[in-house]
């Protein structure tokens, strides 16, 4: 690492902790706004994920869990891997981007995997439904309404407090 990059890196990493210090007693400077981005974000690659797996599972006629299994996994891969990119491109060296990708999706995507499953586990149907069914694609893609719904106040709590996409902003500053 040369000394500019690594001189970018301790000026984000001082940023962040003045935000948090500033910004860590509440969520008046988390805006909705915010918070939807973030979400959508997220929303993005877990999407990217949780349809891949969801298509190889029930094209490969795996069963629920292994087809659940490789959708989560995939969502995190995903869903880290575009917050990496973001990062990388705005200078962070591997390491230092691996760590604020964890920090800032973590739960986030945790969340969202938690109620957007939930929501298929739970729709009578949806789990012997095939990728040719309507009720494969309704489920799926409402089960991401209903997890962006959920998911967006746990955001702007987070971002109000200088933790989850709040961090990942100042590795983009």
Known sequence: MDHDQHHHQQQV??????QHAQHGDGDRHASWAMAARATLHCLTGCAIGEILGMVIGTALGWGNVPTMVTAIVLAFFFGYSLTLFGL????????AA?????????????VME?????????TPGAM?????????WATLLG????????TTPVNKWMI??????????????
Request: net charge negative.
């Open 98 to 110: 691996v760590k604020v990708a964890l920090a800032a999706d973590t739960v986030s995507i945790a």
């Open 160 to 173: 109000g407090r200088g933790m989850g996409h709040a961090v990942a902003h100042a590795g983009h500053a």
């Open 128 to 136: 012997e439904a095939q990728l040719s069914d309507g009720l494969f």
């Open 13 to 18: 990493q001082h940023e962040h902790h003045q």
């Open 88 to 95: 990388r491109r705005a200078g962070l060296d591997l390491r």
């Open 143 to 150: 089960g991401f309404v209903v997890a962006f719904l959920v």
């Open 114 to 122: 938690l109620v957007d499953n939930g929501v298929v586990a739970l």
